[in-house]
């Protein structure tokens, strides 16, 4: 028998956001309900074993009663479709005599110190609403309060609506109706996850992209969700950090993020082609944040090739001149950076692509056979293609010119997130090891083309302030400076052009781990 599961969306707000969408006239039911305080408690293995494994244990306090729960991993991005195991018991302490139906005791047989103790709380005042939305019955939880753990507290405010009965359309149809009067953001983490991270000191760091597990029998259709759920929340991790920190590496988790999603749309086109909304959000993703690579390309100038530049030329004073106008300039740049991840627009994008991946006619097509075939034989047939791509374009890639090479640069990319997406469809030992020896060619082959873009984009970068950038006049130090520091680039150009020339004919050798 399977597991309960639950489905949930979840929304953050701010405190005062949550307040006027109690007062929404599609949550109100009818049926006066009283707040209630809800303290939980999370509980793992000092070696959080049971965290590594994707299980939450808590118990909650909800008046007299003691309900203790073992939720496993969702999706992701804000949406939760995960099992739960539910029960009451008589006190604070987790009864571990109740958990026998779930994976709990074979995680803590293994486990070097199994014994569980409290991790953190959350303390929050929750009012409830049973909400109807077209044929679907809703849980509308508002919850206000913080997260409590012994090295400090952060504030929690959120909205979760939960499908009780019905179809995910409905709650996703109600999640926009709110979303248009009220500032919601969609969620990156479950209350729990946040926890943890506040623990370990993850949630205000800058996060990469953590490897895709995807079942070795599941459907093209169910691996090109899992994956886009994936980037959603790569996406949103760092977009939240960047909002607080405006960390320069937020910034490029952001935009690794938007690759890899995007690269996700173009490796699965052939599934996708009989939905237009595919390659309509696809477009609409890259139009919007088009101006984030000026602010990447600002980072990466001023924290590597400018600060070698000084180091090689430590006596010449326009340098540091350029570095003050430069950074000046990448302030700006990121200012449009926050204000695009601030507005309505921004947010209603990523509630359309969440609520196009859950419901859209890709999904919902009867006869889709593309989709609901084996994930195993598309990622072959698609890796096989894009291999194929790069052995054409990058033929003598030495001797290609900057726009030639950066169509391989971006194939190689595709390729190299197409292998993180689907390695875990060949987890043979044979093609464990296979994949190893792929990514490592693919990568020394991505080092050298990211290199020379590198090279291309600061003669961009210096063209526009020498050029005048903010009409203000430029000294003509600053401009001999950035004179020398483009030509310094350009002396590792032929090097650099001869080691991809090199990485690409190594890659082309190297056995595909998927055949």
């Known amino acids: ?54 299980l939450t244990l808590r118990v909650r306090i909800d008046g007299d009663r003691h309900i203790q729960t073992v939720k496993a991993d ?13 029960t009451d018991i008589s006190g604070a302490e987790p009864d571990l005599t109740l958990l026998a139906d779930t994976p709990v005791p074979a995680i803590l047989a ?45 504030p929690l405010s959120e909205l979760e609506l939960e499908l009780e009965d019905g179809t995910p359309g409905d709650l996703f149809a109600l999640t926009q109706a709110l979303a248009e009067t009220v500032p919601l953001r969609l969620g990156s983490l479950s209350k729990s996850a946040r926890g943890f991270s506040l623990i370990d000191g993850s949630l205000s760091r800058p996060s990469k992209a953590t490897a895709i597990r995807l079942d070795e029998e599941a459907t093209a259709g169910e691996a090109f969700r899992a994956i886009a759920l994936a980037c959603l929340r790569h996406l949103r991790l760092n977009e939240d950090v960047f909002l607080h920190t405006r960390a320069p590496e937020g910034l490029h988790q ?37 101006p984030f690579g000026q602010a990447r390309n600002l980072d990466v100038f001023l924290e590597t090739t400018l600060p070698a530049e000084i180091v090689r ?7 540091l001149d350029l570095r003050t106008r430069l950074e000046a300039e990448r302030d700006r740049a990121h200012d449009t950076v926050i204000a695009t991840l601030e507005s309505q627009s921004w947010r209603g994008l990523i509630l359309d692509l969440a609520t196009w991946l859950e419901t859209g006619p890709w999904r919902t097509g009867a006869d889709a056979p593309l989709r609901d075939g084996s994930a195993r034989d598309f990622a072959a047939d698609v890796l096989d293609r ?23 640069r971006i194939a190689s990319k595709k390729l190299r997130y197409g292998s993180e997406f689907f390695a875990s469809l060949y987890a043979e030992k044979k093609a464990h090891k296979l994949h190893k ?16 873009n590198d090279m291309a984009t600061a003669h961009t970068v210096l063209a526009g302030l020498v050029t005048g950038g903010d009409g203000a006049p430029v000294p003509g130090e600053t401009v001999f400076a950035a004179g020398l520091a483009a030509g310094d680039g350009e002396a590792d150009t032929k090097s650099l052009l001869k080691a991809a020339a090199r990485a690409h004919e190594d890659l082309l050798e190297v056995k595909p781990f998927w055949r």
């Open 386 to 408: 894009f291999r194929r791509r790069i052995r054409k374009s990058g033929r003598h890639l030495d001797r290609l010119d900057a726009e030639a090479r950066h169509e391989v």
């Open 437 to 452: 020896t792929f990514v490592s060619a693919l990568s020394d082959l991505q080092d050298h083309l990211g290199a020379l």
């Open 110 to 154: 293994d486990a070097e110190a199994p014994d569980v103790i409290a991790m953190f709380s959350t303390v929050v005042e929750r009012s409830t609403r049973a909400v109807r939305y077209g044929a679907s019955r809703l849980s509308a939880a508002l919850d206000h309060g913080r997260i409590e753990t012994p090295d400090g507290d952060v």
């Open 313 to 319: 030329r430590p006596e010449e004073p326009g340098l």
């Open 74 to 86: 969702g999706a992701g991005a804000g949406l939760f479709d995960r099992p739960e195991w539910e």
């Open 1 to 54: 028998m399977g597991a309960p599961r639950e489905i949930e969306l979840k929304l953050q707000c701010e405190g005062d956001d949550l307040a006027e969408l109690g007062r929404h006239p599609l949550l109100q039911s009818g049926e006066a309900v009283e707040p209630r305080v809800l303290i939980s408690t999370y509980f793992d293995t000092a070696g959080h074993d049971l965290r590594a494994a994707g």
């Open 254 to 290: 952001i935009r690794v993020a938007l690759r890899r999603l995007r690269s996700a749309f173009s490796l699965f086109k052939p599934m996708l082609a009989a939905d237009p909304a595919a390659n309509h959000l696809r477009e609409e993703i890259k139009r919007v944040t088009e």
